[in-house]
């Protein structure tokens, strides 16, 4: 569990009965305001035993209100009574940060509120009501709290960041004796008055200093802008540390609608849709200068030191090191736009994004820093946070956190201060302000062909003439010549630190070749190089770009898959990708799936993205686990598979959303999986053989479900930004290419039991329920296991006719002219494994029920030898074969070759065996080694 409050390893503050001294005395401001009025310590002792909620604060102020007082006045005498309740509650160890905080937070939201309506009203009775110009409805002013007001977490003497914005322009409804103004100059004159009200110093002090800092275009900006207005700033002239501000922007006032418009014009400027690692670059800057100014300051003024919010290790590096996660990820996960900065610090560790430990040690920290920070401002009320220049106030401070001395308080600050530092670096520091790169020189100088190439033969490449050239002409290509210096500079450092990896890498894996993996290399750069996220990414994290050249030089189809999708970079990042196609993590994708989709809806371009994003992210942490050597080639098709059918039932739930004349809320549809898929041997790149059943009376249902299914087709098949899902086959539906699209289960049943070909109940023995409603699954797998179980002993000479008959068809259709052994076509091959079985389930699963259970080729194989229907050991010769061809197919085509072709004398005698068995169950195969054609004709 992480820890919420009181921190950890913070001591707790002294009770009354612990202190030589009561909480008062420690607050110089709390005892002058004691003692200004004699009614005070009661007045105070029933406030501060209050829950502090609005009612509260409500309650308090019209008390104020009835002496007479006018609202300014009556709410700074409740900010005053607050925080003094405030002090003593937390002082006195009954009030822990959150309640502080939130307390704070709460009274800002409130005195915004009701001096904006207030306010607002009195404008309105001067001016009439400001009304939009195209909508023609009545404007309200949106307060946006910034800062620590808008995460939740505001000082109990901090300012307040506000920007006021109003939904359009136009003119306000003046009426008889009124002066009419326009809607942007009502805005600006309620804002002045709001700040007025909040700010001026007046008999009773202030509510709240107001910095009006961060509105579009500083303090020379307009004082409130309409929608229109900040959507423009934001997009062409918003800069990166704005968002960063706009992170923790929160409406305190206004209307639903007008402020979900504002959080869609705000949501893309802040959250890209992409990972965007160039975000740790720009804090990095902003943080510098924050250090500089810092540092400046304590120059000229040396008794400021120990500044626990700007100061090294300080509360700033503590949200920093939590919002750039957000700035980076936020656009994808929804929940990382969370505005707490302890909130968002527990989201990191849940996400796995920083370890657990390290969290709870920050959020320790934060907890220190802050409640020290409160502490600096008890003294008098004042907006500081340096540790003072007196000593005996330095001596107040440690007691009021509990602590003996100043040396203890030191000692604890400097502790939690290194450790956050320590974590602010390992995320921020420069991982290029050491680096010596060779390459930018030399790649300017085009005779330097010669020394690259010595480099190279000196790191140990087998071909460094080949790779000297190929490396110089990427890099005076035109890709690179037209980047951005910032842009080409990181490239050319990541290219020039990739040289000893890939040497290090080829030698370590003993496979590969260095030329060839700088090629597939340099082909993700080239496809990566305009955008700076990716570049800042491998940059930041370098153990990425040496997993990245493991992969690639692992297989040239990863490198193939990464270079068209490089926002998987993000998959090798840390070890995640343990448990990857689990159904626990399956369960849990399709969880986050829904939730994300369902936030989308309407937007279907951004659906399909999800469904394209969420797969490719899973079949890559499969990739890598599998080029670890840590799944066999049937364990990853289980999971490949699994996946496969995680994706289907998202997209059928969600694609029927889009259906505007759907007629009811969950479809009674499913989608039945054949081929790979069917029998859960699913390939990386594999389509998806599939045919769409229906169970519905209601008239609609025939129209609505063909729609559904359609939708279902062009949401795998579309492609997008990201790519696409799968390719869809649904060929083998009833009747072919001229069936109906989607079925109704009863017409499925009964074209399979009466009008279906041998080959289609061939396929059926691959068949399974895939997604949508399971009790037509259920139906469907009991059809599928009544045909499958027909009696077809008396016909057994047509059965055998007619698979070989669909065999060599088959093989007349993709006659291998190679003298390569082609794994899946040629005789011997996979199929004759896949139609044997298929035979074997159709010709005795009548008499052995258990053969209808799809369990796939290999047991399948090993059942029925021990059913004794086929020779048990060739049965399991079969079954070696099976599995030693589908792990060479698979090697095959990770190295990104089209066909699964390889030299015959790998296989040794797997193909011969599968003859013998073909010919003991089937008769008439060829000479695997001759390649002779098949001798049963093909029928008419």
Same mark, same amino acid.
């Given at each position: 569990?992480?820890?919420?409050?009181?921190?950890?390893?913070?001591?707790?503050?002294?009770?009354?009965?612990?202190?030589?001294?009561?909480?008062?005395?420690?607050?110089?401001?709390?005892?002058?305001?004691?003692?200004?009025?004699?009614?005070?310590?009661?007045?105070?002792?029933?406030?501060?035993?209050?829950?502090?909620?609005?009612?509260?604060?409500?309650?308090?102020?019209?008390?104020?209100?009835?002496?007479?007082?006018?609202?300014?006045?009556?709410?700074?005498?409740?900010?005053?009574?607050?925080?003094?309740?405030?002090?003593?509650?937390?002082?006195?160890?009954?009030?822990?940060?959150?309640?502080?905080?939130?307390?704070?937070?709460?009274?800002?939201?409130?005195?915004?509120?009701?001096?904006?309506?207030?306010?607002?009203?009195?404008?309105?009775?001067?001016?009439?009501?400001?009304?939009?110009?195209?909508?023609?409805?009545?404007?309200?002013?949106?307060?946006?709290?910034?800062?620590?007001?808008?995460?939740?977490?505001?000082?109990?003497?901090?300012?307040?960041?506000?920007?006021?914005?109003?939904?359009?322009?136009?003119?306000?409804?003046?009426?008889?004796?009124?002066?009419?103004?326009?809607?942007?100059?009502?805005?600006?004159?309620?804002?002045?008055?709001?700040?007025?009200?909040?700010?001026?110093?007046?008999?009773?002090?202030?509510?709240?200093?107001?910095?009006?800092?961060?509105?579009?275009?500083?303090?020379?900006?307009?004082?409130?802008?309409?929608?229109?207005?900040?959507?423009?700033?934001?997009?062409?002239?918003?800069?990166?540390?704005?968002?960063?501000?706009?992170?923790?922007?929160?409406?305190?006032?206004?209307?639903?609608?007008?402020?979900?418009?504002?959080?869609?014009?705000?949501?893309?400027?802040?959250?890209?849709?992409?990972?965007?690692?160039?975000?740790?670059?720009?804090?990095?800057?902003?943080?510098?200068?924050?250090?500089?100014?810092?540092?400046?300051?304590?120059?000229?003024?040396?008794?400021?030191?120990?500044?626990?919010?700007?100061?090294?290790?300080?509360?700033?590096?503590?949200?920093?090191?939590?919002?750039?996660?957000?700035?980076?990820?936020?656009?994808?996960?929804?929940?990382?736009?969370?505005?707490?900065?302890?909130?968002?610090?527990?989201?990191?560790?849940?996400?796995?994004?920083?370890?657990?430990?390290?969290?709870?040690?920050?959020?320790?920290?934060?907890?220190?820093?802050?409640?020290?920070?409160?502490?600096?401002?008890?003294?008098?009320?004042?907006?500081?946070?340096?540790?003072?220049?007196?000593?005996?106030?330095?001596?107040?401070?440690?007691?009021?956190?509990?602590?003996?001395?100043?040396?203890?308080?030191?000692?604890?600050?400097?502790?939690?201060?290194?450790?956050? =530092? /320590?974590?602010? +670096? !390992?995320?921020? $520091?420069?991982? #290029?302000?050491? &680096? %010596?790169?060779? @390459?930018?020189?030399? *790649?300017?100088?085009?005779?330097?062909?010669?020394?690259?190439?010595?480099?190279?033969?000196?790191?140990?490449?087998?071909?460094?003439?080949?790779?000297?050239?190929?490396?110089?002409?990427?890099?005076?290509?035109?890709?690179? =010549? /037209?980047?951005? +210096? !910032?842009?080409? $500079?990181?490239? #050319?450092?990541? &290219? %020039?630190?990739? @040289?000893?990896?890939? *040497?290090?890498?080829?030698?370590?894996?003993?496979?590969?070749?260095?030329?060839?993996?700088?090629?597939?290399?340099?082909?993700?750069?080239?496809?990566?190089?305009?955008?700076?996220?990716?570049?800042?990414?491998?940059?930041?994290?370098?153990?990425?770009?040496?997993?990245?050249?493991?992969?690639?030089?692992?297989?040239?189809?990863?490198?193939?898959?990464?270079?068209?999708?490089?926002?998987?970079?993000?998959?090798?990042?840390?070890?995640?990708?343990?448990?990857?196609?689990?159904?626990?993590?399956?369960?849990?994708?399709?969880?986050?799936?829904?939730?994300?989709?369902?936030?989308?809806?309407?937007?279907?371009?951004?659906?399909?993205?999800?469904?394209?994003?969420?797969?490719?992210?899973?079949?890559?942490?499969?990739?890598?686990?599998?080029?670890?050597?840590?799944?066999?080639?049937?364990?990853?098709?289980?999971?490949?598979?699994?996946?496969?059918?995680?994706?289907?039932?998202?997209?059928?739930?969600?694609?029927?959303?889009?259906?505007?004349?759907?007629?009811?809320?969950?479809?009674?549809?499913?989608?039945?999986?054949?081929?790979?898929?069917?029998?859960?041997?699913?390939?990386?790149?594999?389509?998806?053989?599939?045919?769409?059943?229906?169970?519905?009376?209601?008239?609609?249902?025939?129209?609505?479900?063909?729609?559904?299914?359609?939708?279902?087709?062009?949401?795998?098949?579309?492609?997008?930004?990201?790519?696409?899902?799968?390719?869809?086959?649904?060929?083998?539906?009833?009747?072919?290419?001229?069936?109906?699209?989607?079925?109704?289960?009863?017409?499925?049943?009964?074209?399979?039991?009466?009008?279906?070909?041998?080959?289609?109940?061939?396929?059926?023995?691959?068949?399974?329920?895939?997604?949508?409603?399971?009790?037509?699954?259920?139906?469907?797998?009991?059809?599928?296991?009544?045909?499958?179980?027909?009696?077809?002993?008396?016909?057994?000479?047509?059965?055998?006719?007619?698979?070989?008959?669909?065999?060599?068809?088959?093989?007349?259709?993709?006659?291998?002219?190679?003298?390569?052994?082609?794994?899946?076509?040629?005789?011997?091959?996979?199929?004759?494994?896949?139609?044997?079985?298929?035979?074997?389930?159709?010709?005795?699963?009548?008499?052995?029920?258990?053969?209808?259970?799809?369990?796939?080729?290999?047991?399948?194989?090993?059942?029925?030898?021990?059913?004794?229907?086929?020779?048990?050991?060739?049965?399991?010769?079969?079954?070696?074969?099976?599995?030693?061809?589908?792990?060479?197919?698979?090697?095959?085509?990770?190295?990104?070759?089209?066909?699964?072709?390889?030299?015959?004398?790998?296989?040794?005698?797997?193909?011969?065996?599968?003859?013998?068995?073909?010919?003991?169950?089937?008769?008439?195969?060829?000479?695997?080694?001759?390649?002779?054609?098949?001798?049963?004709?093909?029928?008419?």
């Amino acid at each position: 569990m992480l820890p919420t409050s009181p921190a950890a390893g913070t001591p707790a503050p002294q009770s009354p009965d612990d202190s030589p001294e009561p909480a008062s005395s420690r607050s110089r401001f709390l005892q002058r305001w004691l003692g200004a009025d004699p009614a005070r310590p009661a007045q105070l002792a029933s406030f501060a035993g209050s829950s502090l909620a609005e009612a509260d604060l409500q309650a308090a102020l019209a008390r104020e209100l009835g002496t007479g007082l006018p609202l300014p006045r009556a709410m700074r005498r409740l900010r005053n009574l607050l925080i003094c309740a405030i002090i003593r509650r937390d002082l006195q160890g009954q009030a822990d940060l959150d309640e502080v905080v939130t307390a704070m937070t709460r009274f800002a939201d409130f005195a915004i509120r009701t001096h904006v309506a207030a306010l607002a009203d009195e404008l309105a009775a001067i001016h009439g009501m400001p009304i939009g110009e195209e909508s023609g409805r009545p404007q309200h002013l949106i307060v946006l709290s910034m800062g620590k007001g808008g995460g939740g977490e505001l000082n109990v003497s901090s300012d307040i960041d506000l920007i006021f914005v109003y939904p359009e322009d136009g003119d306000t409804a003046a009426g008889p004796g009124q002066r009419q103004l326009s809607n942007h100059e009502f805005f600006v004159r309620l804002g002045r008055k709001l700040i007025a009200a909040l700010s001026e110093v007046i008999e009773d002090g202030f509510t709240f200093r107001v910095d009006m800092a961060l509105r579009p275009n500083g303090n020379s900006g307009p004082l409130a802008a309409s929608l229109n207005m900040v959507e423009e700033y934001l997009i062409v002239q918003g800069r990166e540390w704005e968002r960063y501000a706009w992170v923790k922007a929160r409406a305190v006032t206004g209307e639903r609608d007008d402020i979900a418009a504002l959080d869609a014009i705000a949501r893309p400027f802040v959250f890209r849709r992409y990972l965007d690692f160039g975000v740790i670059d720009a804090i990095r800057n902003m943080h510098a200068q924050i250090r500089a100014e810092v540092k400046r300051q304590e120059r000229l003024h040396p008794e400021r030191s120990h500044n626990v919010k700007l100061g090294r290790g300080g509360i700033r590096e503590i949200e920093f090191l939590a919002q750039v996660f957000q700035l980076i990820r936020g656009g994808r996960d929804p929940a990382l736009r969370e505005r707490s900065t302890r909130a968002t610090l527990r989201l990191l560790a849940e996400r796995e994004l920083l370890p657990i430990e390290a969290v709870e040690r920050l959020l320790q920290a934060y907890d220190f820093l802050r409640n020290l920070e409160h502490r600096l401002q008890y003294l008098d009320d004042a907006q500081t946070h340096t540790l003072p220049a007196s000593d005996d106030d330095r001596a107040i401070v440690a007691r009021m956190m509990g602590l003996p001395d100043v040396p203890s308080l030191l000692d604890r600050l400097d502790a939690q201060r290194s450790y956050v =530092a /320590a974590q602010f +670096d !390992a995320i921020f $520091a420069d991982k #290029l302000e050491n &680096a %010596d790169p060779v @390459l930018p020189s030399l *790649a300017d100088d085009p005779e330097n062909r010669d020394a690259i190439a010595a480099r190279l033969l000196e790191l140990g490449y087998d071909d460094p003439g080949a790779a000297a050239a190929r490396l110089v002409a990427t890099l005076r290509g035109p890709r690179l =010549a /037209a980047l951005p +210096d !910032a842009s080409r $500079a990181r490239l #050319l450092a990541l &290219a %020039d630190a990739a @040289l000893g990896q890939i *040497a290090t890498v080829v030698h370590d894996a003993g496979i590969g070749s260095h030329a060839a993996t700088l090629g597939r290399l340099l082909d993700f750069f080239e496809a990566i190089a305009r955008r700076s996220a990716y570049l800042s990414l491998l940059t930041e994290y370098p153990h990425t770009l040496e997993r990245v050249i493991r992969m690639i030089n692992a297989s040239g189809w990863a490198a193939t898959f990464l270079t068209g999708h490089p926002i998987l970079l993000d998959e090798l990042l840390d070890d995640r990708n343990e448990g990857a196609g689990d159904p626990g993590q399956l369960a849990q994708l399709a969880t986050g799936l829904d939730a994300q989709l369902l936030e989308a809806a309407g937007d279907t371009e951004r659906q399909l993205d999800i469904l394209r994003e969420a797969h490719h992210a899973q079949l890559f942490r499969l990739l890598a686990l599998d080029l670890a050597g840590e799944l066999s080639v049937e364990r990853l098709a289980d999971h490949l598979s699994a996946l496969a059918d995680a994706i289907v039932g998202a997209t059928v739930r969600h694609a029927w959303r889009t259906v505007a004349s759907r007629h009811r809320e969950e479809p009674r549809f499913a989608v039945i999986a054949y081929g790979k898929l069917g029998g859960k041997e699913l390939g990386y790149v594999s389509d998806l053989d599939v045919i769409f059943l229906f169970d519905d009376d209601d008239d609609m249902a025939p129209s609505n479900y063909a729609r559904l299914a359609q939708r279902f087709i062009t949401w795998n098949t579309a492609h997008t930004a990201a790519g696409i899902l799968f390719d869809i086959d649904t060929a083998l539906r009833p009747d072919g290419a001229s069936g109906m699209l989607v079925s109704s289960l009863a017409a499925f049943e009964r074209y399979q039991t009466g009008s279906a070909w041998i080959w289609e109940h061939q396929a059926l023995t691959r068949a399974r329920f895939c997604a949508g409603d399971t009790a037509i699954g259920a139906r469907f797998e009991a059809i599928r296991e009544a045909v499958l179980r027909k009696d077809r002993s008396g016909d057994e000479a047509r059965l055998k006719d007619e698979v070989r008959a669909m065999r060599k068809r088959m093989h007349d259709a993709s006659v291998n002219r190679d003298a390569l052994f082609d794994l899946k076509g040629d005789p011997g091959g996979m199929i004759d494994i896949e139609f044997i079985v298929q035979y074997l389930v159709l010709r005795h699963a009548a008499t052995y029920a258990q053969l209808t259970i799809n369990t796939g080729n290999i047991a399948l194989l090993r059942l029925c030898g021990e059913l004794g229907l086929i020779d048990p050991d060739l049965g399991r010769a079969v079954a070696d074969a099976y599995r030693a061809m589908r792990r060479l197919q698979h090697q095959v085509r990770l190295q990104g070759k089209e066909r699964a072709r390889v030299e015959r004398s790998l296989l040794g005698s797997h193909p011969d065996n599968v003859l013998r068995l073909w010919n003991a169950c089937l008769g008439d195969q060829p000479d695997a080694a001759s390649g002779a054609p098949f001798t049963t004709p093909a029928p008419d």
